[in-house]
């Protein structure tokens, strides 16, 4: 049974993503049809950047009292729930709600589901379940997004097939995780464990600063290619073809997870550093490409900004764990999603009311800068921890 309870899981994790990655292709279609703008995009966003880190800073222990198996199936629920008001999306209301719905379905999934795998992984596959706690957000933000743009553009009923196709995958999950081994008994607590845990000890304070810069440089990003992917991909780069619109976003997304592991050649300090230069200059590379509306050169350069992301965020992570004890990793985890998603939510908020005058490749243009910024005070002010051996710890996806 641990077998079936480790596929289930593991599967519904990655269903998950995909289904808060689903809609995202849709995005031009929805401007061109029901009259969205820019800022509505954007908005789309910022809600589900809130919805992902209310769900883990409030909920993203309630598993540890009311079991695995509640939980997920509450993913699945919001999930759900989302997919079946994008069945009618007639204006901003219904993305922006769903939006909302798969934020929170997702961050639940990246406490509980993801402790359910490791729960359910059988001692032979433990290196497995590490890394499809690390890897499957991402391949699940990919699948969906590719799956849902190849029906949209060939598939009849574009704004309707994906969320149903979704939703099947979505009730067998639930099928599975419902004959899976529970692996948590039903404890009390429940209320103390809706508050939020936050801690930075006093070894890390020098750290975190930089930290945070890089954080919010690299996930605003995310939150670029979320909200305006496929405008980038019609407006900029002279595709209506809303698979080219979900290639557009994984070409960022998926390749974050190749440079996490690069991390094993370099020190946290110099992760940041030459993680943060890479990221900066692929930016450039990124403004030429789309000025040029060259495609191909588009997708390249936004795959080696992702894996300069994967580096920078892993060297960073790593900085903020190295001196501190096992017992206060959950607290300093706790404020680096916090810093994270906060990180992608308020610029995309900001460049929503900028998008009123600003045309895309402007908004790209400022968050060039805003890289180039953090790229400057990570090259100034970073410093190594005391002690560097700390182990790459599990990160998500800025989607």
């Not at 880190?53 to 309630?62: D, M």
């Not at 598993?63 to 993913?75: C, D, F, I, Y």
């Not at 997004?145 to 097939?161: F, V």
């Amino acid at each position: 049974m641990k077998y079936f309870g480790f596929i289930a899981s593991s599967v519904s994790f990655m269903a998950i993503f995909a289904a808060s990655a689903t809609p995202i292709p849709l995005y031009d279609i929805y401007r061109r049809s029901d009259g969205l703008s820019y800022s509505d995009l954007s908005l789309t966003a910022v809600v589900y950047f809130v919805g992902a880190v209310t769900a883990l800073l409030f909920f993203g222990r309630i598993s540890n009292h009311l079991g695995r198996k509640p939980v997920t199936l509450l993913s699945f629920a919001l999930a759900a729930v989302a997919c079946v008001i994008f069945l009618d999306v007639d204006s901003a209301t219904p993305l922006i709600i769903g939006r909302l719905l798969l934020g929170l379905s997702c961050g639940l999934a990246s406490s509980t589901v993801t402790s359910y795998i490791v729960d359910n992984a059988p001692p032979a596959l433990h290196w497995l379940a590490a890394a499809i706690v690390s890897c499957g957000g991402m391949i699940g933000l990919t699948l969906g997004a590719l799956a849902s743009g190849s029906l949209a553009e060939y598939g009849p009923y574009p704004e309707i097939l994906c969320y149903l196709v979704i939703l099947v995958v979505l009730a067998i999950c639930t099928v599975l995780v419902m004959f899976s081994p529970e692996t948590v008994k039903r404890t009390p607590g429940i209320l103390a464990s809706l508050r939020p845990r936050f801690s930075m000890p006093h070894a890390d304070r020098r750290l975190y600063p930089v930290a945070a810069c890089t954080f919010v440089a690299t996930w605003a990003l995310g939150g670029f290619y979320q909200a305006f992917g496929p405008s980038i991909a019609a407006d900029q780069l002279g595709s209506q073809n809303a698979l080219t619109a979900a290639l557009v976003f994984s070409s960022f997304m998926l390749p974050s997870a190749v440079g996490g592991p690069l991390n094993k050649f370099l020190t946290p300090v110099n992760a940041q550093r030459i993680g943060m230069i890479s990221f900066t200059l692929a930016l450039g590379a990124i403004l030429l490409s789309l000025k040029m509306s060259a495609i191909f050169l588009f997708l390249t350069t936004s795959a080696l900004a992702g894996i300069a992301q994967g580096v920078t965020l892993t060297g960073s992570i790593r900085s903020l764990l190295a001196d501190i004890a096992p017992q206060e990793r959950a607290g300093v985890l706790s404020l680096i999603y916090a810093t994270s998603y906060t990180g992608a939510a308020i610029p995309s908020f900001i460049s929503g009311q900028l998008s009123h005058f600003m045309n895309l490749f402007q908004l790209a243009v400022c968050y060039a800068f805003l890289a180039g910024v953090g790229c400057l005070i990570t090259l100034l002010f970073a410093r190594s921890p005391h002690h560097e051996d700390v182990m790459t710890p599990v990160t998500h996806s800025s989607s």
